[in-house]
């Protein structure tokens, strides 16, 4: 007797291979037949021509705080994922000593645009160790799969304390304890080290993100527990330092595959060229034996923010004012025409590396781009910019905002797809459902993308480059990870403002459209409108993982 029959889908399987009609059969969480099945079953679901395919696997997320109030994970397993990795970038929470825990959620509410009430009164905090935080998510259940990354910021924060941000060299002993810290994680089982060296990636008060300021030899002996074990991917938020040549180094001494996230590899109308050259030389690099990918996304890249935070703007040298000066100095500085002056210097000379290049098309007010706005107003977009009031609701949509440039990119296979940041940026924003997106746009709009490759490229290939065992694919011996779906309709719903965080706090989510069943581990979680009521899990905290 199985435990759950799944008859007639449309299959596809995650593995590229053209879709069948089949059968799935589900007994303890793995599928256990695929094709006709004749056994019974103790629950049956009629597909009735629905497509069938595995959870999505997304390995860019940062559910790190939320996962200790929201088993659930919302929003992303009621769109498609069922395996999320959590820690990205090093912004985690594990480590964290008790007398850290209000410095490393300041930063995180900062650098992931979170609701700091919500993570000051929200998050529940059962441990201070790497291991500790394992046991208690495996204490919590959640719905989804979860693997988290060891966060060198974390780890930065947890040894050198309000120093991390500050102080570039740490002491002999420090940068021993940090290594430590690494080997001690991943002996507990974290899927891997997260980093980032993104000028862009500043914390409370303006200060840098404490990785950001770390030497080379820092990083190195912190990725060094991963080449000992053999074991182990690397990821980071590399900036212009952390070139593709930098990454290969990294995938060469400690023989792990390295992952890069930059803007930089991201379509940019103001630089078209660049960011193909990215995919081409990490290819040039695997073809010499050394494993190195780019998280690419399938949306264009948002960033949401105020001028009270303006952090997107942080690279540019006429905000080192704004990062050092308490709010209620804000208005003043915006409107000093020196610091006008000096920031229309640094557009017409941009950095490598910097978000903003002073397209003001591309920044939007209620959904209506400040460059408009401005022209209405007759007057020039950066002036009419500030002066507006501090806290206004702003988006920036800077990349990945050209099917035609962004389809190479994401077709190439020096990609992952990645970078939904669920569970980030809460406030304005929420691209938890870019796999559904991609289904939609990508696969029915576009035509882009077959869905069978469609589905390989969300499931069983990012799966497979995380060395994730026995996910992202619907065929016998792998856990039953599945959704059920109408690819005529397939894709996300528009955003809608929910006040259901901890302390009242406000979010953005997206509904699912088209899906009508989530799995995870053989058992349903989502039925397509709501999460299913269950006392624990259904998801596994991931700790063993591939070579």
């Not at 990205?88 to 650098?111: D, H, W, Y």
């Not at 499931?459 to 959704?483: C, E, F, L, N």
């Not at 581990?521 to 700790?543: K, R």
Request: charged residues 20%.
């Amino acid at each position: 007797m199985f435990d759950l029959t799944i008859r007639g889908a449309k299959l596809i399987d995650g593995t590229g291979a053209a879709q069948v009609t089949a059968d799935v059969a589900v007994r303890d969480g793995r599928i256990a037949e695929v094709g006709r099945v004749s056994e019974g079953a103790r629950r049956t679901v009629d597909a009735d021509g629905l497509a069938l395919m595995p959870g999505i696997v997304d390995v860019h997320t940062h559910y790190d705080a939320q996962i200790t109030w929201d088993r659930t994970l919302s929003p992303s397993p009621s769109l498609g994922v069922t395996t999320a990795v959590m820690g990205n970038c090093g912004f985690g929470i594990a480590p964290c000593p008790a007398s850290q825990r209000e410095t490393m959620l300041k930063n995180l509410s900062v650098v992931e645009g979170m609701d700091l009430n919500a993570l000051l009164s929200g998050t529940n905090w059962e441990f201070e160790s790497f291991s500790d935080y394992l046991a208690q998510l495996r204490r919590i259940g959640p719905y989804a799969n979860v693997a988290t990354l060891a966060g060198h910021s974390c780890i930065r924060t947890a040894v050198m304390g309000d120093e991390a941000s500050t102080r570039a060299k740490p002491t002999t002993d420090e940068l021993a304890r940090m290594q430590a810290m690494v080997a001690e994680a991943m002996d507990a089982g974290a899927i891997g080290l997260a980093s980032s060296f993104s000028p862009n990636h500043a914390g409370f008060g303006g200060r840098p993100m404490p990785s950001t300021i770390s030497s080379d030899e820092e990083l190195w002996a912190l990725a060094k527990p991963l080449g000992d074990r053999k074991r182990g991917i690397f990821v980071m938020a590399t900036g212009p330092r952390g070139t593709t040549e930098y990454m290969e180094s990294l995938a060469a001494s400690t023989g792990r595959p390295a992952f890069m996230v930059t803007v930089l590899a991201m379509h940019n109308d103001a630089s078209p060229g660049t960011a193909v050259g990215y995919f081409e030389r990490c290819a040039a690099a695997r073809a010499r034996g050394n494993e190195v990918y780019i998280h690419t996304n399938p949306h264009p890249l948002s960033f949401d923010f105020t001028l009270r935070d303006p952090y997107l703007m942080f690279s540019h040298a006429a905000f080192n004012r704004v990062k050092k000066a308490n709010p209620e100095e804000l208005p003043g500085i915006y409107a000093d025409p020196a610091f006008r002056q000096q920031f229309r210097q640094n557009l017409a000379n941009p950095q490598p590396g910097i978000l903003f290049y002073g397209d003001w098309s591309k920044v939007e007010v209620d959904e209506k781009p400040v460059a408009g706005l401005a022209r209405a107003a007759g007057r020039d977009p950066l002036d009419w910019f500030f002066d507006l009031p501090i806290d206004t609701p702003l988006i920036a949509k800077l990349f990945q905002n050209n099917d035609a440039a962004v389809a190479p990119l994401l077709q190439h296979d020096s990609g992952v797809l990645a970078l939904s940041d669920a569970g980030a940026h809460l406030i304005f924003m929420c691209d938890a459902g870019f796999g559904l997106h991609f289904l939609r746009h990508w696969v029915r709009e576009t035509g882009t993308f077959t869905l069978e490759e469609a589905v390989r490229r969300l499931t069983s290939d990012p799966a497979a480059k995380y060395r994730i065992p026995d996910r992202g694919r619907i065929t016998p011996g792998a856990w039953a990870d599945m959704v059920l779906f109408d690819p005529a309709t397939v894709g996300v719903s528009a955003l809608e403002r929910r006040k259901d965080l901890p302390a009242g706090g406000a979010r953005m989510i997206r509904r699912p459209e088209g899906v009508h069943g989530v799995w995870g581990n053989g058992a349903q979680i989502h039925d397509g409108s709501d999460y299913l009521p269950l006392e624990s899990g259904p998801g596994h905290v991931l700790t063993k993982f591939l070579q």
